[in-house]
């Protein structure tokens, strides 16, 4: 059964065999705002969201499991948890936060060595 777009189906399904993670797995990191899921992981998921339509059809599909394909079970494996997308957008971001403030840090610091002979 398809439901994605076989292209983006393909591409979701590589990506996740390459990253090697299991819906539970995102799913409990996910639910617990847990950063502990690899940056690239997080924007191949946020890169490859279901389209409105291919995300209903997957909320509503009640035949079996093994009848989807890999990318197809696990979007309806992680579909459970409320507001999915958003938590991804927060866990990238805090995936980011320390090289972000790292970053401020060097800035700030340049900015009192300029400053300080003024």
């Excluded at 777009?5 to 409990?28: R, W």
């Excluded at 696990?74 to 866990?91: M, T, V």
């Amino acid at each position: 059964v398809r439901i994605l777009d076989p292209k983006k189906a393909q591409n979701l399904a590589i990506s996740l065999k390459a990253l090697s993670v299991s819906a539970e797995e995102v799913s409990c990191a996910v639910k617990e705002g847990r950063n502990e899921l690899p940056s690239d992981l997080i924007q191949t998921l946020i890169r490859w969201v279901p389209s409105t339509d291919e995300e209903l059809r997957l909320r509503l599909y009640t035949g079996e499991l093994s009848q989807l394909g890999p990318a197809e079970q696990f979007l309806k494996a992680i579909f459970d948890i409320p507001y999915i997308y958003e938590r991804l957008d927060a866990l990238l971001f805090m995936a980011g936060l320390p090289e972000e403030t790292s970053n401020v840090k060097q800035s700030f610091a340049t900015l009192e060595v300029i400053a300080l002979p003024l």
